[in-house]
């Protein structure tokens, strides 16, 4: 999943993670609660968090997540690299900056906790 409370950045992203990762279902949200709904039908191997979302954060987001499954591999993105101290005291897999690329969640599949399949190059 990709969590961004700014649309855009779905719009630009969830093509990019469907072209990495081509047999992988990817679903975007701009709602923390949505995706946590849906975390608690649909077995999550990776999330995409955004560390400023509208109601809540991406900490807390990823801490929610990971009660549900703690085998979900979890990468903030954020634009602001002060955050990335506070993103490694979670359980996360990875950190990255905004924009997404192609190469960048390359890099971050890598270094995933709990490594999957994903359909792309090296896999």
Do not use: H
Not at 78 to 88: G, I, P, Q, V
């Amino acid at each position: 999943i990709l969590v961004d409370d700014e649309r855009i950045i779905l719009t630009g992203g969830l093509p990019i993670l469907e072209e990495v990762m081509p047999n992988a279902k990817v679903t975007g949200f701009t709602d923390a609660d949505e995706a946590i709904e849906y975390a608690k039908s649909n077995r999550v191997a990776l999330a995409f968090l955004d560390i400023e979302l509208r109601d809540t954060t991406g900490l807390e987001l990823c801490r929610e997540l990971l009660e549900i499954n703690p085998r979900t591999n979890v990468v903030f993105l954020t634009a602001y690299s002060e955050y990335s101290l506070d993103a490694w005291g979670t359980e996360a897999s990875g950190f990255m900056l905004k924009p997404i690329t192609p190469e960048g969640v390359r890099e971050q599949l890598k270094n995933l906790r709990y490594p999957f399949r994903t359909g792309g190059e090296g896999t």
